[in-house]
């Protein structure tokens, strides 16, 4: 079946700028996650939807970076007046739900800004 | 200190070589434990999942000592295929979110 898939795959922007990522996860999974990677670094969490559960925002930089989920399915992370700093992989995952199970990986959203 | 740390690596191993990785947690409340593979400007696979008793997959084992909150994968006959970068990954149950090591690049060399 299909799995999770990222849009878009490259995004150039500049300093300042608005930017919006989508996920949409394996049908069916009720968890998702976003991560970012930097440069040589590992990955870093970000934010966890869990069906209807209210998200786990814990792990957002700042409050440039929102992320929602509509419908309980695809998941938009956008981050505001984009910063040098913000440039990344930013890669998505979902699950079946409820911890510990496998996640998986779409193929991630490389951010550049300029 | 890192929640999740790992060997810095770089390894490089000819073919056929055995190559073990170590990885240590901080977080005793700990409770899934995983070792993920990253290609090059790829997104993160599961290799396997780790387990209190130990498990093998074909050539690759790995352990888990949460006593010395411990992980280690062992990969033997390792072929150039094998060439990535290995990612020891923790999850506090409650907490869901997975917790990355910084990771360990090996290559196999021919």
């Known amino acids: 079946g299909a799995g999770v898939s990222q849009s878009p795959s490259n995004k150039v922007t500049e300093k300042g700028k608005d930017v919006e990522l989508r996920c949409d996860p394996i049908?069916?999974?009720?968890?998702l996650y976003w991560y970012r990677q930097s440069l040589g670094q590992g990955l870093e969490f970000l934010i966890y939807?869990?069906?209807?559960?209210?998200?786990?925002k814990s792990g957002l930089p700042s409050d440039r970076f929102s992320a929602e989920r509509t419908g309980g399915s695809v998941s938009t992370l956008t981050i505001q007046r984009t910063q040098q700093e913000d440039s990344a992989v930013y890669l998505c995952?979902?699950?079946?739900?409820?911890?510990?199970?496998?996640?998986?990986f779409g193929p991630g959203t490389r951010l550049l800004v300029l | 200190r890192k929640e999740v740390e790992q060997d810095p690596g770089p390894f490089n191993v000819p073919e056929g070589a055995t190559v073990a990785f170590n990885c240590t947690y901080s977080?005793?409340?700990?409770?899934?434990f995983f070792w993920y593979r990253q290609d090059c400007r790829k997104e993160p696979k599961l290799l396997m999942s780790?387990?209190?008793s130990g498990n093998e997959d074909g050539r690759f084992t790995a352990q888990l000592n949460r006593a010395s909150q411990y992980i280690s994968l062992l990969i033997r006959d390792s072929k150039l295929s094998d060439s990535a970068t290995y990612l020891c990954?923790?999850?506090?149950?409650?907490?869901?979110?997975?917790?990355f090591g910084s990771g360990t690049q090996l290559t196999v060399l021919p």
């Open positions: 995952a979902s699950s079946l739900g409820y911890g510990g199970e496998t996640q998986y």
């Open positions: 049908s069916g999974h009720t968890a």
């Open positions: 939807f869990q069906g209807n559960s209210a998200p786990d």
């Open positions: 977080n005793s409340a700990s409770q899934s």
């Open positions: 780790v387990y209190s």
């Open positions: 990954v923790v999850s506090q149950g409650s907490a869901r979110q997975l917790t």
